[in-house]
């Protein structure tokens, strides 16, 4: 009975949100043999100027490249 969790920078769109989830529903399958019933995914999306690296966050990033 996987549980996986993912955090990611929110922007994607729902699409990519759902693709995601399928294929780490399809790895999971893959990997242990996992039943996709039995699967539970937890995407956490961050915003920008809660997610840091490097002493700047994700929004001072952005801004920088702008």
Do not use: C, F
Not at 1 to 14: F, K, N, Q
Not at 20 to 37: R, T
């Amino acid at each position: 009975m996987p549980l996986i969790e993912v955090s990611i920078a929110r922007g994607r769109s729902p699409e990519q949100l759902r693709s995601l989830i399928n294929e780490l529903h399809l790895a999971a399958e893959k990997a242990v043999g996992a039943v996709p019933e039995n699967t539970t995914v937890i995407v956490r999306e961050i915003e920008h100027e809660h997610w840091s690296r490097g002493n700047q966050t994700l929004a001072e990033r952005n801004a920088a490249a702008r």
